[in-house]
């Protein structure tokens, strides 16, 4: 009876280091730091051609006190709501690049004369 009792707290405390990997993330579908540090440094850093501290204070990632991370949440609920949009349209998924281009902001376009 021990035993269970043991490895049933291990399994909750197992459970809860799980959960607590990933702070607040709300719009992003990663359920793993790893994942979803992946997808920083391959897409979101380059695609905008910035560094991880343009977003996030380096030492509380989890933290949205700058207004860039905030804008980049909405962008990335948009980019999502975006690709749901065209699925039945088989094209490829469009991401930051789309519109960044490797720039922190899209170019815009020539002024009508
Ligand atoms: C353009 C802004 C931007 C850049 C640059 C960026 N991030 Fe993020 N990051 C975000 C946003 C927005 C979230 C939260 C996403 C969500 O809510 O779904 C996030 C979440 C995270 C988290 C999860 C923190 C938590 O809540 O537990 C980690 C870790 C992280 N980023 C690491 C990085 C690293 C490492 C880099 C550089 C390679 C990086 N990020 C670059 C915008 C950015
Ligand atoms: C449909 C086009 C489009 C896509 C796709 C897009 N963005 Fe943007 N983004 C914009 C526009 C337009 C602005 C505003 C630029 C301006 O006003 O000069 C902007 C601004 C931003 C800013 C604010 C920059 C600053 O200096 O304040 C961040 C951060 C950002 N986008 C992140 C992202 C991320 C991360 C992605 C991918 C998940 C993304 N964007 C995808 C169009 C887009």
Not at 18 to 32: A, F, G, I, W
Not at 94 to 106: M, Y
Request: glycine fraction near 4%; aromatic fraction near 8%.
């Amino acid at each position: 009876m021990k035993k269970i009792i043991v490895i049933f707290g291990l399994l909750i405390g197992f459970l809860i280091a799980q959960k607590s990997d990933l702070k607040n993330v709300k719009v992003l579908p990663y359920k793993t730091k790893r994942e979803l540090v992946k997808f920083m440094k391959s897409v979101v850093a380059p695609e905008l051609g910035v560094k991880c501290n343009f977003c996030h204070n380096m030492t509380d990632y989890p933290s949205d006190e700058k207004d860039h991370k905030k804008v980049a949440r909405q962008m990335m609920a948009m980019v999502q709501n975006a690709n749901k949009t065209m699925n039945n349209l088989n094209f490829h998924e469009i991401s930051c690049w789309v519109c960044h281009r490797g720039n922190e902001h899209p170019d815009h376009p020539p002024k009508k004369k």
